[in-house]
């Protein structure tokens, strides 16, 4: 397929430094570094999972070198011309800097525990994770390839941003654009599996983040359409504690079950040979 190459990026996610402050509630522990990647950036004192990059991703839920990235001839342009505190143009050239990524997510083909998989993550580091055109597009493409590859599709969410307001209405499109795909996808008998990771919001969890055969999701993760505050600010309604975290949304049935990060990886094999039988 056109576009379709492997690449080698640095590796990044966590703030380096020897020690880490754990953001998770009601712990607060200073750990050691070593001590967290260790354990795929869990923190051993809470089990707070810190988020990690699309790299790492790959490395935890893949087979070694198994994966192959595609349609990384996909570039983000600036349609708008949008400013906001410096102009878009050029907050692109400096997300692109920091995190080796041309925009805010990777899709490919994979094998998990000798299973061939398409795979797409969006990456928290690049703009908060958000949608905008390369995302929509690079997303649709690959889930038009498992359609046609006949293979079970993966996609793993860090879009804290939602759909990417500097984008405007073409980010808010990829929401219709990705469902499309999604939805052929599921005519053709596909496997859709979505993992949901802190955090999830706005035009993603309202689109593919929450249109998975099986939902998954991982334990603490802030999942949600808009924030508490907002929320308060248009209907003036105090919503109940911790209602946007995974625990909350699997009670309500929104999610199919929580997974350790430590187990994600079996659990996404186990799921497949079991739909696919
Ligand atoms: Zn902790």
Not at 56 to 72: M, N, V
Not at 124 to 148: D, K, N, P, Q, Y
Request: charged share 20%; proline share 5%; hydrophobic share 40%.
């Amino acid at each position: 397929m056109q576009g379709m190459t492997d690449t080698n990026r640095p590796k990044r996610g966590v703030p380096e430094g020897l020690w880490l402050k754990c953001p998770g509630p009601k712990c607060n522990a200073t750990i050691f570094r070593k001590e967290a990647e260790s354990r795929l950036n869990v923190c051993p004192e809470c089990g707070h999972h810190f988020t990690i990059s699309s790299q790492d991703r790959i490395q935890q839920l893949l087979d070694a070198d198994t994966f192959e990235e595609w349609f990384t001839d996909v570039r983000p342009c600036d349609p708008l011309e949008f400013h906001d505190r410096i102009p878009y143009g050029k907050r692109l050239v400096d997300e692109q800097a920091k995190t080796g990524m041309l925009d805010a997510a990777v899709v490919g083909k994979g094998f998990i525990r000798g299973r061939p998989i398409v795979i797409g993550i969006t990456d928290f580091a690049f703009m908060a994770g958000s949608m905008g055109l390369v995302v929509g597009e690079i997303l649709t493409r690959a889930i038009a390839a498992a359609t046609e590859m006949n293979l079970p599709l993966i996609i793993v969410s860090g879009s804290g941003g939602g759909a990417r307001m500097q984008e405007g209405i073409l980010s808010l499109m990829q929401m219709a654009k990705i469902s499309q795909a999604l939805a052929r996808f599921g005519d053709a008998g596909g496997l859709y599996i979505a993992v949901l990771t802190n955090p999830t919001m706005g035009g993603v969890a309202a689109s593919w983040a929450l249109q998975g055969d099986i939902t998954l999701a991982e334990p603490g993760a802030l999942i949600g359409f808009a924030g508490k505050r907002t929320i308060w600010n248009t209907v003036r309604l105090e919503l109940p504690e911790g209602f946007q975290t995974s625990e909350f949304l699997l009670k309500h049935g929104f999610i199919d079950r929580i997974v350790h990060r430590r187990d994600l990886r079996t659990e996404l094999a186990v799921i497949i040979d079991y739909c696919e039988r």
